[in-house]
Nanobody
């Protein structure tokens, strides 16, 4: 049974940092691209960052230069380091896993976590 579990969310003031973790089990981690998405109240889920198994990364323009995605194959875990956080980053953050090339489209992902709340106060 595949499980994707996020952790590390919480509250932080603007300008602060958080690191989200996502542990994947029940799958061959090296075969999967991993992505982070977020959804704010009343808005659609949006792509934040993605990383193919070979290490290539891609970011949404809104987080480029502030967020960093990384993965530890030994731990089957992907991370999202978030720096210089803004109130606009407030959302539920989701981790997802997929095979194949397309990484920005939520519809292309096979497995999803339940999300972790990130709240940035001004």
């Amino acid at each position: 049974q595949v499980q994707v579990v996020e952790s590390g969310g919480g509250g932080v003031q603007a300008g602060g940092s958080l690191r989200l973790s996502c542990a994947a089990s029940g799958l061959t981690f090296s075969n999967y691209a991993m992505g982070w998405f977020r959804q704010a109240p009343g808005k659609e889920r949006e792509f934040v960052a993605g990383m193919w198994s070979g290490g290539t990364t891609v970011y949404a323009d809104s987080v480029k230069g502030r967020f960093t995605i990384s993965r530890d194959h030994a731990k089957n875990t992907v991370y999202l380091q978030m720096n210089s956080l803004k109130p606009a980053d407030t959302a539920v953050y989701y981790c997802a896993a997929k095979v194949g090339f397309a990484i920005r489209s939520a519809a292309a992902y096979d497995y999803w976590g339940r999300g972790t709340q990130v709240t940035v106060s001004s």
